[in-house]
């Protein structure tokens, strides 16, 4: 049974108090998304929150595509979208619409408004209806074509609905009122024409409906209770009442759509802006909408990061009426809580350098018995092969070592992992210093762990099995931008990292690593967790984003 102590959210709370005076019976909410690009973090949570609250209070959510600008909207990110919303886990059973559904349902709308005198068609160009609309701190001037009589308007909108003007010649405008103080009252745009092809409807229409206009015709046609938007619709909410209230839209069960605004998430030091990205994929700075190093939905799932991770993230921003950034390392402190537990512990070498047991049996071959996840023995137990010859990390081994370096250096010894003391007796360099083989001495009656004389040992090292390792290509990832200068310059333009992609190629993992698949994940043993990228594998030839390190300086604030 839910603890009825929870604190509950201000929407929460709204909509508790709409269903006990009966403003409506059935709560309805929705997700509108553009189809103008992917979606991306702060989308998950209008997603997650309009969905959780249908469920919460038994009611229904509705996806719905709000694709009224066809200049910018492609069947590519339809699709995207649709995916993003489903790998949330927010499920639209039958409830999926497009506003296009109602285009001729606008019309009528349209039209009803003209009959009543409160719509009229304008020949004023976007510049001069900007200029017509006044400022801040100076009211508007009426349309000098406000006085066309409701026949001439009814005639005129046909018109521009059978293709008669170009586009830009003619609008459709609410009449209002153009002294408001609210500048979205000032006579508002209601339909444009766009003599352009729509993905779903074709070339059926040459005109289309302003955002403002058709958004509120689409809840209350849906009979959506609760039209949760972000803060910057507040001073349109007018503008939604006015048209809800001027077509009668009402019902028993849904009673009138109303808006709630709640604030955005803003992550630091990312990039979210459309055209930012647009312009990064056009010039190949990035390989799609989907570059792990963004922080779009579809980034974020193939860089390696869970639903459950980002629903755990968007619990933990909660919802409120005040904007306020989010640090990015709280969405990466989620990944690893979610993954710590239930991903395999796997051994893999990005920086190889080999190592070869000189009394160990040639041509031996041991399978040692290695646990999966520590913390969790449930994931069981895995066989991993051990050989003379090895790979370990570069970093693993100094010639000269500072004080309390524990690792391999000559005289040394060490603990392989899972399997035997080594002493490390001698090495080897090429023409340019560069250490290129390891020459050690195991001692066999260490075997997994075991001290038989008791000696402490302080350093473990992890490696992989020159014989049987496979060569996998890794990513590692820095933030695209340069977070000690800031996102944007002073011109506006992106402050890239250089350094925000590294590619490994000569890896050396453990032979099970070579049959990952798209999407799998693992926690690679002192380097993070890693992802396999499903763009980029290949049977038996994964490529691994690595998703994020092991450790952080952030701290989760205390209540």
Not at 166 to 179: F, H, Q, T
Not at 500 to 516: D, F, M, Q, Y
């Amino acid at each position: 049974m839910e603890n009825e102590n929870v604190s509950k959210n201000f929407i929460e709370q709204i909509i508790e108090k709409d269903l006990s005076e009966g403003h409506c019976t059935t709560v309805r909410t929705r997700f509108p998304p553009e189809p103008n690009g992917y979606l991306h973090i702060g989308h998950a949570k209008s997603i997650l929150l309009n969905y959780g609250l249908a469920r919460k209070y038994g009611g229904e959510f509705h996806f719905r595509f709000d694709d009224t600008n066809p200049t910018k909207e492609k069947p590519e990110f339809v699709e995207s979208i649709m995916e993003d919303v489903k790998w949330l886990g927010a499920d639209w059973g039958d409830c999926l619409f497009y506003a296009s559904d109602y285009f001729e349902e606008m019309y009528q709308a349209a039209v009803k408004l003209i009959r009543k005198g409160k719509a009229y068609v304008s020949d004023l160009s976007a510049d001069e209806i900007r200029e017509y609309r006044g400022t801040l701190t100076e009211p508007g001037r009426e349309d000098p074509y406000a006085g066309r009589s409701v026949e001439e308007n009814l005639a005129l909108f046909e018109d521009m609905k059978n293709g008669k003007f170009e586009d830009g010649s003619k609008v459709l405008r609410a009449r209002i009122d153009m002294a408001s103080s609210n500048i979205n009252m000032r006579d508002p745009v209601l339909y444009r024409v766009a003599h352009m092809t729509h993905h779903n409807t074709g070339d059926k229409w040459c005109i289309y409906p302003m955002y403002d206009f058709a958004h509120p015709i689409e809840d209350a046609v849906e009979g959506i209770t609760h039209s949760i938007c972000t803060l910057e619709f507040e001073d349109h909410r007018p503008l939604y009442d006015w048209v809800v209230t001027e077509l009668g839209y009402r019902t028993e069960e849904s009673g009138t759509p109303k808006q709630i605004e709640f604030a955005k998430m803003y992550l630091t030091n990312v990039v979210t802006g459309k055209r930012y990205i647009k312009k990064l994929v056009e010039e190949g700075i990035v390989d799609g909408w989907d570059d792990p190093r963004l922080v779009s939905i579809a980034a974020l799932r193939r860089r390696g990061y869970t639903p459950e991770s980002i629903r755990n993230f968007v619990e933990l921003c909660g919802v409120s009426k005040a904007n306020s950034s989010v640090d990015y390392a709280m969405l990466e402190y989620c990944i690893r809580e979610d993954l710590k537990m239930k991903r395999p512990r796997m051994m893999a070498v990005l920086d190889p350098v080999k190592v070869i047991i000189d009394n160990y049996p040639e041509g031996q071959t041991e399978y040692l018995d290695v646990d999966n996840n520590l913390e969790n023995p449930e994931l069981g137990s895995r066989k991993v092969p051990f050989t003379r010859e090895l790979y370990i990390e570069r970093e693993d081994f100094m010639e000269n070592p500072p004080k309390k370096y524990f690792r391999m250096f000559p005289g040394n010894e060490v603990r392989l992992m899972n399997a035997y003391i080594v002493k490390c007796e001698s090495f080897s360099k090429d023409a340019d210093g560069k250490v290129t083989e390891i020459h050690c001495t195991y001692d066999p009656a260490s075997r997994g762990g075991n001290s038989p004389d008791g000696r402490k040992i302080k350093g473990t090292i992890h490696w992989v099995s020159a014989e049987h390792g496979k060569k996998v290509t890794v990513r590692l990832y820095e933030n695209i931008v340069d977070e000690e200068l800031g996102v944007y310059n002073e011109d506006g333009s992106l402050n890239l990292n250089p350094n925000s992609l590294t590619v490994k190629s000569g890896c050396i993992a453990e032979p099970a690593l070579a049959e990952a698949k798209a999407y799998d994940s693992f926690q690679f043993v002192r380097q993070g967790f890693f992802c396999a990228d499903a763009k980029d594998s290949r049977p038996e030839q994964p490529v691994f984003n690595r998703i994020v390190s092991l450790k952080s300086s952030f701290k989760m604030p205390v209540n």
